[in-house]
């Protein structure tokens, strides 16, 4: 059934319709396909494959010059008439493949078959011997745009043959006569010995030896990849084949290639911020050192996990991110805020851009998470406003109290006057009140002025150590209070510039602070330390506002009940006080105002029912 699946094909040119009609009755319809053509001209037949052509009227060699012209690969059979003569041998000449006569017509389907096999068999033998020459065209074609050189050695005989790119690799004219010695003589150093020895091997026996190797040709250094193979055929004959591979463009790709990624890599992980590459899908692909350090994970055990879920705790920051997330894929790039709190540290704040990066079709490959730790600069934002907050007040409390000073010294000084014409004991034991409400009323006043005072009279050379030993030596005895004061060794005079009266208040606020918040502790503890310190130690970079290089840091650390968080930045505010009737809120605005006026820096640290440390910093008299 298969011979029916395609007809064969029968082009008939010319004849009657009894000739025609007689021809088809003779063939078997389901295998043959007829055209007819009844004109006497050619020049309209079309080009395309007619098959066998059937020539049913006498015809001219011209004619059928014409249509092995057009027609070269097609079979020609002439239908010939009984009464006209043929002239077979120019016919032949001419292309005619066999004649027929019209009282032989029943031979006509034999021939046919026989002629369309051999028309079949031509024209496959063809098909076959196009696609060899077109592969070996493929072959010689790969093998330049690839830069792969191919040869091949019979031994004993001798003969080696080269493809065309092996002359172009090795920079050889054609016209060389191919040569194994040619291969070797181009390789450079220790690697001709080896290629050499493993050559004797090859002719011993069946192995294939690959290797890259450096030649030097007339042209340039060239890195080659060889590969060679021995197979034994019997006889003692021995067939070797090999490749030579161009891969000096690769080498300079790769190179270029691993240069990239070192800068990449480089860069990536020597960048202050916190880089994240995510996929589409949001899972992480790759972290810096940065985001490492900050986020406190581990790349390895990160990779492949939800970005948001694995790294973010807060519902409210993790929804803030997603929705930027899927506006980044939208849009291409998407700026967000957000707040990152470390276990058992300081919350960081964190200015984030979310970016898509794209191939050259446009195709996003991954979305770039980039954070800065803004929180130093928060920080810093915060302790300006604080400074320039306590500024003000200051300023606003010192007029006040100036004018109010002003007030209270005649009061004060006609009180005083009037106590001496007093007679009466209950007279004078009045008026006594009243000249010690006014001095209390004055001391205050004074108090005022000391934390707005902005000049720095009368300021000497003082050892800090020195004053701090003498103070609590004055002090009298806190009961159950366990007071302990270090220094460093190397530390025997501490020299500031102040003066006595600073001296005393700072510490005597920042004692009586301390001695109130541990009254109720079971085992009450005051630690006392002094030490010097570098502004560039990386401690100190959360005080920006210390303007010199060295300074000695005074720290009065307690193990009280602390300080609310939401009141620290209040501390430092006149007249607020968590002591109620027992303070006057002016002890730390007070400290505040004298080390400001002395170039230095007071900062706290307190957690709630843990203990309070307060750090006071004193510029080094040098």
């Known amino acids: ?64 010059n014409l249509l092995k012209q057009n027609h070269p690969n097609n079979p020609l059979i002439l239908i010939s008439q009984n009464d006209q003569p043929v002239d077979s041998i120019s016919l032949y000449h001419a292309g005619l493949t066999d004649i027929v006569m019209q009282s032989n017509l029943n031979r006509l389907p034999l021939i046919l078959d026989r002629t369309w096999e051999i028309y079949e068999t031509l024209k496959q033998q063809s098909k076959t011997w196009d696609m060899l020459v077109h592969s070996e065209e493929i072959i010689t074609r790969s093998q330049k745009l690839a830069k792969i050189g191919h040869f091949e050695l019979d031994i004993p005989d001798g003969r080696m043959f080269w493809s065309l790119e092996m002359f172009n690799i090795l920079d050889y004219s054609y016209a060389l006569t191919p040569e194994i010695s040619k291969i070797f003589d181009l390789v450079v150093g220790e690697e001709r010995n080896e290629l050499l020895e493993i050559w004797e091997k090859l002719n011993l026996r069946a192995m294939t030896y690959e290797k890259q190797i450096q030649v030097q040709t007339t042209k340039t250094n060239k890195y080659i990849h060889i590969v060679i193979e021995s197979e034994f055929l019997g006889d003692q004959r021995i067939k070797i084949f090999g490749t030579l591979h161009d891969i000096s463009q690769y080498n300079q790709l790769e190179e270029a290639r691993q240069l990239n990624e070192q800068l990449f890599t480089g860069l990536f992980n020597n960048s202050s911020q916190m880089i994240i590459l995510l996929d589409e899908m949001g899972k992480v692909q790759k972290m810096n050192l940065q985001s490492q350090k900050v986020f406190k994970i581990d790349e ?61 079709r446009g195709k996003g490959l991954y979305l770039v998470f980039e954070a800065k730790d803004i929180t130093e600069k928060i920080d810093l934002e915060r302790l300006y406003g604080q400074a320039q907050k306590m500024e003000a007040l200051g300023t606003f409390a010192s007029s006040i109290a100036h004018d109010f000073n002003n007030l209270l010294t005649p009061l004060l000084n006609y009180s005083q006057i009037l106590n001496t014409t007093l007679k009466e004991d209950l007279q004078q034991q009045t008026m006594q ?7 209390q009323a004055k001391s205050l006043v004074s108090q005022i002025l000391d934390f707005g005072r902005k000049d720095s009279k009368d300021l000497i050379a003082l050892d800090l150590n020195q004053s701090i030993v003498s103070f609590l030596a004055e002090q009298p005895s806190a009961s159950q209070v366990k007071i302990i004061y270090s220094h460093e060794a190397d530390i025997h ?52 506002l210390l303007p010199g290089e060295m300074y000695y840091e005074l720290c009065f650390e307690d193990n009280g009940i602390g300080i609310p968080k939401e009141n620290l930045n ?38 709630l029912n843990l203990g309070t440390a307060i750090y006071c910093y004193f510029p080094v008299l040098k």
């Open 1 to 64: 059934m298969l011979r029916y699946l395609q007809k064969k094909k029968i082009y008939l040119l010319g004849g009657n319709e009894g000739l025609i009609s007689s021809i088809k009755s003779l063939l078997d319809l389901r295998v043959w396909s007829f055209w007819e053509e009844r004109e006497k001209t050619l020049d309209h037949i079309h080009s395309e494959d007619l098959g066998i052509i059937l020539l049913l009227d006498p015809i001219a060699i011209d004619t059928i």
């Open 300 to 360: 390895n055990k990160t990779i492949g996990l939800d970005f948001v879920q694995s790294i973010f705790h807060s519902s409210a920051e993790k929804d803030k991110l997603v929705s930027s997330i899927l506006e980044t894929w939208k849009k291409g790039k998407t700026k967000l805020f957000l707040t990152y709190p470390q276990v058992g540290e300081k919350t960081l704040f964190l200015d984030c851009d979310l970016s898509i990066v794209k191939d050259s």
């Open 433 to 439: 009140k009243l000249i010690k409400s006014l001095d």
């Open 493 to 544: 005079e501490a020299w500031v510039l102040s003066n006595s009266t600073y001296t005393f208040q700072i510490l005597s606020n920042l004692y009586e602070n301390a001695i109130f918040a541990v009254k109720e502790r079971e085992e009450p503890l005051l630690k006392i330390s002094l030490r010097k310190i570098l502004t560039k130690n990386l401690e100190l970079i959360p005080y920006p």
């Open 570 to 607: 209040k501390i430092f505010e006149p007249f607020f006080s968590t002591k109620g009737k027992d303070g006057t809120g002016l002890g730390l605005p007070i400290v505040y105002g004298i080390l400001r006026n002395l170039n230095g820096y007071i900062h706290v640290e307190s957690e």
